[in-house]
């Protein structure tokens, strides 16, 4: 598995871009990078993936450089309803059985 | 959009009591999993489980846990003799693919039965 690095926690007001970087540095090069999304007393939701470049869809995109390296999680104007921790995941070929959350990034969002 | 249904939702149980979580996971799905979460900490994996059998499981996933998927609809765990410290969220999750290249790698978890030891 891939160990991940992102902030314990984040700030932002509504109506704000926010970006949540992780960084990933032994990703191997089968390895997809993955994001969820948890609010309180929920499951985890899976929110996005991509293997390289930028990837789109109706709730955020991420943006993967060249290296792989490190993957940047953009929400667009964000809202209260946003606030939850969000969790960057690089599960890992070899361990295609399960999927191993790390504390993930608290995003707090402010009127 | 499909779901994963966990019931109940909450449970509250005498230490020493054995209790069951029920989950149906999504209908094409292939993959079912546990996971747990102890207030304000991780989401913990607790096992994975494929054709009718368990395909890992994490040291958490000790003798008095077990799962069953009896009817192929229902996937359950198990918890034979509780102790104060299983109180936790416990939230089932199913995926129809494990293939690293498959485009939708994501699982779908469900939202939780939160499970009180007493």
């Known amino acids: 598995l891939a160990k991940t690095t992102q902030p314990i926690s984040m700030d932002s007001y509504e109506g704000q871009e926010v970006n949540i970087t992780c960084s990933h540095n032994?990703?191997?090069?089968?390895?997809?990078i993955t994001w969820y999304q948890q609010f309180p007393s929920q499951g985890p939701r899976f929110i996005i993936q991509?293997?390289?470049t930028k990837v789109t869809n109706e709730v955020a995109s991420l943006f993967i450089p060249a290296d792989r390296k490190s993957s940047t999680l953009s929400l667009p104007r964000v809202s209260l309803s946003d606030t939850a921790v969000y969790y960057c995941?690089?599960?890992?070929?070899?361990?295609?059985?399960?999927?191993?959350f790390g504390s993930g990034t608290r995003l707090s969002i402010r009127p | 959009e499909p779901e994963v249904t966990q019931t109940p939702s909450h449970q509250v149980t005498q230490m020493g009591q054995e209790v069951i979580l029920r989950c149906v996971p999504i209908?094409?799905?292939?993959?079912f999993y546990w996971y747990r979460q102890i207030l304000g900490q991780k989401v913990e994996f607790l096992v994975s489980?494929?054709?009718?059998?368990?395909?890992?499981k994490s040291e958490i996933f000790d003798d008095q846990f077990s799962v069953e998927r009896p009817d192929g609809s229902n996937f359950t765990l198990k918890i034979r003799s509780t102790k104060l410290e299983d109180s936790a969220m416990y939230f089932c999750?199913?995926?129809?693919?494990?293939?690293?290249?498959?485009?939708?790698?994501?699982?779908?978890f469900g939202s939780g039965t939160r499970l009180t030891v007493v």
């Open positions: 999750a199913s995926s129809i693919s494990r293939d690293r290249d498959f485009e939708n790698y994501g699982y779908t």
């Open positions: 032994n990703i191997a090069t089968n390895d997809y």
């Open positions: 991509g293997y390289k």
């Open positions: 995941l690089v599960p890992g070929y070899s361990s295609a059985s399960k999927i191993i």
């Open positions: 209908s094409n799905h292939l993959y």
């Open positions: 489980f494929y054709n009718n059998e368990i395909s890992e």
